[in-house]
Nanobody, 121 residues
């Protein structure tokens, strides 16, 4: 059973910081791109940031310069550092990873359950 487990969400004041973590576990052969998405109430899920196995990153325009994505390939983890948080950043943040199971050749997309980020004074 492949699992992505997020942690690190919470309540923070505007201008504050949080660090989200996501760990992949299961019968993992290899992981391609990992990333973070978010979904606010009444809005569509949107990409926040992605990182390839080689370390190439991609950010949504709205978070560039404020958020930083990183990963540890040996530990199968991906983190998201959120700085200078704004009320508009409040959402459920979901981890995503493209994972190839041992003994297979196809990469499939897996999602975590999500972690809530609330930005409020």
């Amino acid at each position: 059973q492949m699992q992505l487990a997020e942690s690190g969400g919470g309540l923070v004041q505007p201008g504050g910081s949080l660090r989200l973590s996501c760990a992949a576990s299961g019968s993992i052969g290899s992981i391609n791109t990992m990333g973070w998405y978010r979904q606010a109430p009444g809005k569509q899920r949107e990409l926040v940031a992605t990182i390839t196995s080689g370390g190439s990153t991609n950010y949504a325009v709205s978070v560039k310069g404020r958020f930083t994505i990183s990963r540890d390939n040996a530990k199968n983890t991906v983190d998201l550092q959120l700085n200078s948080l704004e009320p508009e950043d409040a959402a459920v943040y979901l981890c995503n990873a493209q994972i190839r199971r041992w003994g297979t050749t196809q990469f499939l997309a897996y999602w975590g359950q999500g972690t809530q980020v609330t930005v409020s004074s």
